[in-house]
């Protein structure tokens, strides 16, 4: 391509992206601006006891932590049945295993300690 070509491009992509930053207050305008905000008190939000509100996301946290120790095992497992004799993948085989079922254990640990701190606060949850 000759100098006079890519010049011609260049200006031609100045001139497209010029006028497209001219535009954008217009897009801007008519964007709706519905924030959600009046749909706020159907979420729940200010109407749940705080100890509830923390209970829940601790019990999401452990449930998370529980999937992922269940899936370290399955994978502890399934490194073991692929192993096909060596001793050091049984041997990590075994490692993961063990120590996905720590996790377990102290992830049930974890939820009667929160369970025991959130109603010592305050009396037994409703739910």
Known sequence: MSKLTLKKIAVGTLTVMVLSILALPTLALAADLNLGL??????GLGQRDLRESINSI???LLSFLGILAVIIILW???LWMTAAGDDSKVDKAKKLIISGIVGIVIILAAYIIA???IT????QLTD
């Open 76 to 78: 502890g497992g399934f």
């Open 38 to 43: 009046e749909n706020a008190a159907g979420i």
């Open 58 to 60: 601790i019990q999401l």
């Open 120 to 123: 010592a606060v305050g009396g």
């Open 115 to 117: 369970n025991f701190a």
